[in-house]
């Protein structure tokens, strides 16, 4: 929202404030102001004057040697190349000396070889728009010789609010509203602008109203319309030109900037039809029906549907209201009578069509603030008034309509003055509180055993104002806020530790980070079908944005693996090793309609070799998965179980990964629990992510750990009282048989004397059979009642041995326990 | 004493010290030491042979022998002393470390400075007696806004440029749907805190990001006022950006609290916007099933983001999600573990 310093200060005064000053007031007593800019500056020294006579240049075609009177009596001749001057036009002049604020100082200077003083002047090069056609003419009524300033009520400086700040306040919308908070806040009174002349007319107008039905009451609680006749319409005066480009509105013609001034000035739009194309002489607001279109002022033919509201004549729709007029009814350049209309629509159905249709106008925008009613009769009549002020031969033809069918009723707001002091902890006094609210136009209606009742503006009653914390706000920010005391609240002091969750989460992040040494980044939490095709994804139901921002982005993700790999891509030119993970949520779609979805809280982790390394075999996957178990560990998880991958899926509605090599993928389980899933990255899908070497992808719903209860580990076993035995034991086996499951066997060979088993070698190759593999486990042996006899220790190793033997596996050695 | 076996005595002796007072390194010193006093050197051989002389010889023999072992011993000890601070007189040229040289070559893996920012403000709040919540990404209607006094239709949702998805839900545009959840779930008083990713549809910018963070802190109880929300946001900012941080409230607009303000935090000498807060609307706490005439409260939101950005200079939001590591290596600071 724009503000004209110079208007604010023609309705209240201000004479004491710079528009800084202005806009800082405004800022802690009502909306933030974005910023303060000048207009119509460095006009110092330019001057009015009238064109006296226009001769053609005797060297060029296109110039013209004008004179020029400035009212001192000796009339300059000067070079000048527009078109449109003329005799007895009166001019902007700025003379030798002179330098304007694009820059130019004008000089005494041959052009084309006669001699120029000085320069009638375009618009843009006073610095007051863009236009360079011709020059600027003045009205004809304009004083000759004075600065140019004064006549065009200029230096100004536009003060630029913040619309967001504003959003609840529909009489902000328009210069009067906050004319009326500066009022209050520098204690002044507020001069808003009136209609004398328009309201003595319409009470003698001869004629009946023009006929008005509205048969939508819901969508239009009020319209007014007044016809003028015998309007002359054609460009407006400079001053009303130059106030609206101010605040960039750009000038149409003399009817429609008076629309725009009068809506700029009350916050109300209003719509001026030609009574011409009007011919059936009656105005019906009616909802639109299913298929209906209309051609709208900037040419495009819309298809409208129930809900969007119309104004027709008789049945033939003639504006979208509330948003735009319809093409064929607007005034134009010869236009003799107007009917103005003056409305208040819902502001949900104007708001809803103006999105719809995306054409958020100055109306619409303005709509949507549910604007007050009240306020629709006063800017019609100002509309008039200006007519009558700017076309000598307008009158007010017919009485005004009004149909208004359910006025709005006084809003009444009780409030004890002690809630005003509890919210706010300021010491404000009663009488202080009732000032501030009379200053904004709250009326007094009872003050009585401490409390005090106002009746609410119609301006700020039709949302904004209805609870007593609203006047608590009114009070405290015409008082600034200034002067709260901090004050420490009171509560009984307990103990607060973050949740379980919130604690495994912290844990992991550090384990990853600064225990395993993987670098933390984020990732957005969407991604795109190409990359949803390079995992094979393509075809998964995913949680889709309805309006993507772009294509890359148009799905919640259901694996971190798209973000990871893109991360890789991005880093192996300059990183050839490296690590990192991310934490993010993947969210798949809800099984049902009407419930949110149920999302995973993953860790995603990465690990990259851009040279491919493959010393020890499967060098890069058996890092990531001990950094797994190192972390499983310092999370606590119990009875971790590691086994190859096979298609499963890291949770409910998650699909499984097929980006997995398929002999290096392992699923890590916690009491039977899914709870992470790792896997170098098969050959196809590295390349389609444009990756080089080997990278392992691993992702862990750590939150499943939660539901398992204890995050305590293993827990305490006490060190062995007495001494234990250790031996190494080789067995042969086939070749894809996991060491877990060889463990597990040896371990429950003697459970109750085995304390250990730890592989510590794998072997393949020569001396042992082809699709083979020796694996070597050192087991600590121990008694808990007793130091270790030999020959328990022997029955041990037999009974490992015999339980080896008994899977159908060769023991390659089995040394003595020691 | 037979003459002869003195003079050997002698010459054994002569020679040893000769050798260990030559030796250039503490193992030359052990090397002439076992030479010269070693089982089969020539020294203890006549040491282990005295019970075989003569027994008027002997105890000359053997004072003369021990005389010797003793004196060679003792010139050894001086010797690899002698050495020893020689050695360590000239450590500092032969093991100088260039301190300046980055080691280990490859640096410290780092935590990402979103959760730096987060770890940061989570440990003010819960100093401060707040209870850390968080709320899903994936949002209702009337959790995101019906229940925040942002009904349909409203201009306000234009403040939230929205995320709609595909099962008519949205992703959250702001962290207050904690808030609805955190009274549904529990009575007041309530003290808590919600810090988590949120969307907006947005144009993503130097300054602008579609996935982000911010920090919801509320509080319910009785008798709350606008003295208190400045007192704890105050003493956060202070905890956060440095103790000399002043703060001013400006009136603002939010749908969910009434009064609404922005507080601005002078830093470094400027004025920032900082943050958005306000007195939970009664509307909100009636929508959370709060009585408002019994409760009131303060409710704020943050973006962490900004922050980050403000703590390191960094001058361009897309940098955190990026996943670029020449970014993300920077952030050497961290986090308690």
């Not at chain 1, 902007?92 to 304007?100: K, S």
């Not at chain 1, 305590?712 to 080789?730: K, L, M, Q």
């Not at chain 1, 042969?732 to 003697?750: D, F, K, L, S």
């Not at chain 2, 003793?70 to 007189?89: H, I, M, N, Q």
Request: net charge negative; aromatic share 6%.
């Amino acid at each position: 929202m724009k503000l004209s310093w110079r208007w604010l200060s023609e309705m209240t005064d201000l004479s004491g404030l710079s528009p800084e000053q202005g806009a800082e007031t405004l800022t802690f007593h009502t909306a933030e102001v974005e910023g303060v800019v000048p207009y119509g500056t460095g006009l110092d020294g330019v001057v009015t004057g009238r064109v006296l006579g226009v001769r053609p240049h005797p060297q060029a075609d296109r110039l013209r040697l004008v004179t020029v009177d400035t009212g001192g009596g000796s009339p300059r001749e000067v070079v000048c190349g527009a078109p449109n001057v003329a005799v007895g036009q009166v001019i902007c002049f700025a003379p030798e000396g002179v330098t304007l604020p694009n820059g130019l100082t004008l000089t005494r200077r041959k052009i084309r070889g006669v001699e120029s003083a000085g320069m009638v002047c375009a618009e843009d090069e006073l610095g007051l728009g863009t236009d360079h056609e011709g020059i600027l003419v003045l009205p004809a009524s304009t004083p000759v010789g004075i600065p140019l300033g004064d006549a065009l009520r200029l230096p100004d400086a536009v003060l630029e609010v913040s619309n967001t700040a504003i959003t609840h306040r529909p009489d902000l919308w328009g210069h009067v509203g906050f004319a009326r908070e500066l009022a209050a806040a520098v204690g002044k009174p507020l001069r808003a602008p009136q209609a004398p002349r328009a309201a003595a007319s319409v009470a003698i107008a001869p004629e009946p109203a023009f006929p008005v039905e509205i048969r939508d009451e819901a969508a239009c609680r009020r319209y007014v319309g007044v016809v003028l006749e015998g309007v002359t319409n054609g460009p407006s005066p400079e001053p009303i030109r130059r106030r609206l480009e101010a605040l960039g509105q750009r000038s149409i013609d003399l009817l429609v900037d008076l629309t725009n001034l009068v809506m700029w000035e009350q916050g109300q739009p209003l719509h001026a039809f030609d009574l011409a194309s009007l011919p059936e002489g009656r105005i019906v607001v009616r909802g639109a029906r299913a298929g209906e279109t209309i051609e709208t002022l900037d040419g495009v033919r819309r298809s409208l549907e129930p809900g969007d509201l119309l104004i027709c004549a008789d049945d033939r729709p003639v504006a979208l209201a509330g948003v735009m007029g319809a093409v064929a009814s607007g005034v134009g350049p010869g236009t003799t009578a107007v009917l103005l209309e003056s409305a208040c629509f819902d502001a949900s159905r104007i708001r809803r069509t103006a999105s719809r249709l995306a054409l958020r106008t100055e109306a619409s925008s303005r709509f949507e603030k549910s604007l007050d009613p009240e306020g629709a009769l006063t800017a019609a009549l100002r509309f008039a008034e200006l007519v009558l002020e700017h076309c000598p031969g307008a009158r007010i033809a017919r009485r005004v309509s009004d149909v208004y069918p359910r006025p709005y009723p006084t809003l009444e707001v009780e409030m004890p003055y002690e809630l005003v002091r509890k919210r706010l902890g300021l010491r404000i006094s009663d009488g202080e509180a009732k000032a501030s609210l009379a200053a904004l136009g709250f009326r007094l209606l009872r003050e009585e055993h401490h409390r005090i009742a106002v009746a609410v503006p119609s301006w700020r009653a039709t949302k904004d104002v209805s609870l007593p914390e609203d006047l608590v706000e009114e009070v405290g920010r015409m008082r600034r806020y200034e002067g709260v005391t901090a004050v420490s609240p009171l509560r009984p002091m307990a103990p607060v530790l973050p949740s379980a969750a919130r604690r495994l989460e912290r844990r992991l992040a550090t384990t990853l980070t600064l225990d395993l040494g993987y670098v933390e980044t984020l990732a957005h939490a969407f991604y795109g079908p190409r990359e949803a095709e390079r995992l094979g994804l393509g075809d998964v139901a995913h949680l889709r944005l309805l309006h993507p921002l772009s294509e890359d982005q148009d799905r919640l993700a259901l694996t971190s693996a798209a973000a990871l790999l893109r991360c890789v891509a991005r880093n192996q030119a300059e990183t050839p090793r490296g690590r990192i993970w991310l934490a993010t949520r993947l969210v798949p779609p809800a099984p049902g309609a009407g419930t949110l979805p149920c999302e995973v809280p993953v860790a995603g982790l990465v690990a990259w070799d851009r040279t491919g390394t493959e010393t020890p075999p499967g060098r890069l996957f058996r890092g990531v998965l001990g950094d797994l178990r190192a972390l499983f560990g310092r999370l606590g998880a119990p009875a971790l179980e590691v086994a190859d991958h096979e298609g499963e899926a890291l949770a409910d509605g998650l699909p499984g990964p097929g980006w997995f090599h398929p002999g290096r993928r392992a699923t890590f389980r916690a009491a039977g629990r899914v709870i992470a899933l790792a896997g170098e990255v098969a050959p196809a899908t590295g390349r389609a992510f444009g990756l080089e070497g080997r990278a392992i992808l691993a992702e862990v719903a750590w939150e499943n750990l939660l539901a398992l209860g204890a995050c305590e580990g293993p827990g305490y076993r006490p060190p062995p009282r007495f001494p234990v035995a250790t031996f190494d034991i080789a067995v042969v086996v086939p070749r894809r048989t996991p060491a877990a499951v060889v463990a597990r066997t040896i371990g429950q060979a003697a459970p109750e004397g085995i304390r250990d088993v730890d592989l510590f070698d794998e072997y393949e190759g020569a001396g042992i059979p082809e699709g083979t593999r020796s694996l070597a486990f050192t087991c600590v042996l121990y008694d808990p009642a007793a130091t270790l006899s030999p020959e328990r220790s022997e029955a041990l190793r037999l009974a490992i041995r015999g339980a080896l033997e008994a899977r159908g596996w060769a023991v390659r050695a089995g040394d003595a326990p020691r | 004493m037979s003459t002869p076996l003195r003079d050997e005595i002698a010459a054994l002796e002569s020679a040893a010290l000769a050798a260990v007072r030559a030796a250039g390194a503490p193992e030359a010193v052990e090397a002439a030491l076992a030479q010269h006093l070693g089982r089969k050197a020539r020294l203890p051989e006549i040491l282990r042979s005295i019970a075989t002389l003569p027994p008027d010889q002997r105890g000359e023999v053997g004072r003369g022998a021990n005389r010797a072992k003793v004196a060679v011993e003792a010139a050894a000890r001086e010797r690899l002393e002698a050495l020893r601070a020689a050695g360590e007189a000239a450590l500092a040229d032969r093991e100088w470390v260039d301190a300046s040289a980055p080691w280990p070559l490859a640096p410290r893996a780092t935590v990402h400075p979103i959760r730096q920012m987060v770890r940061e403000l989570e440990d003010v709040f819960l100093g401060m007696g707040f209870h850390l919540l968080d709320g899903p990404w994936v949002e209702d209607d009337r959790h995101n806004f019906g229940a925040l006094n942002i009904p349909p239709d409203h201009p306000a949702r234009d403040m939230h440029d929205t995320f709609w998805l595909s099962d008519g839900n949205l992703l959250r545009t702001h962290t207050s749907p904690v808030q609805i959840r955190a009274m549904e779930a529990g009575a007041p008083p309530i003290r808590a805190v919600a810090i988590g990713r949120v969307f907006r549809h947005e144009e993503v910018d130097a300054t602008h990001e579609n996935n982000f963070h911010q920090v919801e802190g509320f509080l319910v109880d009785r008798d709350v006022s606008v003295a208190h929300m400045v007192s704890v946001l105050r003493d956060v900012l202070r905890a956060v950006l440095g103790p000399e941080v002043e703060v001013r409230l400006r009136p603002s607009y939010f749908p969910f609290v009434e009064p609404g303000f922005e507080m601005d935090a002078k830093f470094r000498g400027r004025w920032l916007e900082l943050l958005g807060c306000g007195l939970v609307h009664p509307r909100v706490l009636a929508a959370g099933g709060v009585a408002p005439g019994t409760w009131s409260g303060f409710a704020f939101g943050m973006g962490v983001d900004r922050l980050a950005m403000l703590r390191h200079g960094i001058e361009d939001v897309r940098h955190f999600l990026a996943g670029d590591l020449r970014f993300l290596r920077q952030f050497q600071g961290g986090v308690e573990s």
